[in-house]
């Protein structure tokens, strides 16, 4: 059985690299675009995997994706509503509501499926789909021209309270010219979580979760901003100084962003409460983007039904 998954995860490494062509992921720190926002990992607490309902808020204070971050504050309000069925299936519906001035209002839709396997007690190998529909008021860093993600990841657990994860993302642009138009991106997230847990009562606990990862990938969603934003400005009649990105100008593979997250995990029956604070410092700096770092809150409340 071990040679049958060290065969598996090797023919998924190999397929992976062969899409090497072209790519990248829209992986949002602070928040994730409009998806994996109430995704369980089963291996977190040793449950049961049950039939779950899962209805979800998130609040974030800004967002950033992969260090690269807005020229305004992008807070949102997301509703979320997930289904997870006891064979590792699940399906996610998310709404991004943005607070900003004059981008206020349901902006972004993700649709999300798909499915977490269990490969032992303290592993788990996930494969997900989202598709995403973006309102035309969307701000830039949030729409450009993402069109679908496709995303695995492998996480596993050493000893009681650390957590090893690498995400493996690759985003799929929608075409709108051959001068301008990027390549596809992807990225890899090495992701190191560690655990302190307190039991408060048979069903209430408190969880501290101090986590560090690292974004490597290609950087083509630069070009999908700094294109997006010249076109956003030329549509309104506001002339702009800034030239549009050469379609592989951003292609090359290096270091995106590192991020340091906070997380209190509060459970208290069949709610779980996590207000959050997250850094981020882009490790990539085109001389045309002014892209500072960040730092941002969120709270997010999921109220989860379980059933057999």
Known sequence: MRRKILMFLGGLFIC????????????????????????ADSSDDDDDLNRMFIFGLEYASDQAQHGLHNNIKIPYLEPSFT???????????????????????????SFNPGWSIDLSDNTVLDF?????????????????????SLETYVSQWIGDHLKAKLTIDYDIYKEKNKVTSS?????????????????????????????????????????????????????KGIKTKEKSAAANSNSSFG???????LT????????????????????????????????CFTLAVTYTIETK
């Not at 501290?208 to 070009?223: H, I």
């Not at 209190?264 to 001389?287: N, R, V």
Request: aromatic share 16%; hydrophobic share 40%; with cysteine.
């Open 16 to 39: 992976v690299n062969t899409v090497h062509a072209a790519h990248f992921s829209n992986k949002v720190v602070c928040f994730t675009l409009p998806a994996d926002t109430a995704k």
């Open 83 to 109: 289904y997870m069925a006891p064979k590792g299936f699940y399906i996610e519906l998310g709404e991004q509501y943005i607070l900003a001035k004059k981008k206020s209002g349901f902006d972004a839709f």
């Open 128 to 148: 997900n789909y989202t598709h995403y529909i973006f309102g035309a008021n969307t701000p830039n860093l949030v729409r450009s021209s993402l069109s679908n």
């Open 183 to 235: 390549p596809n991106d992807i990225s890899f997230t090495p992701d190191l979580t560690y655990k302190f847990k307190w039991k408060l009562g048979a069903k209430n606990s408190l969880k501290f979760k101090p986590e560090v990862s690292v974004d490597l990938g290609t950087r083509n969603f630069y070009t999908q901003y700094v294109n997006a934003a010249i076109a956003d400005s030329t549509a």
């Open 255 to 261: 270091t995106l962003d590192y991020n340091v997250i």
């Open 264 to 295: 209190l995990d509060l459970a208290l029956g069949k709610f779980d409460i996590e207000p959050a604070f997250t850094y981020t410092k882009p490790l990539y700096q085109p001389s045309n983007i002014y892209n500072p770092a960040i730092g």
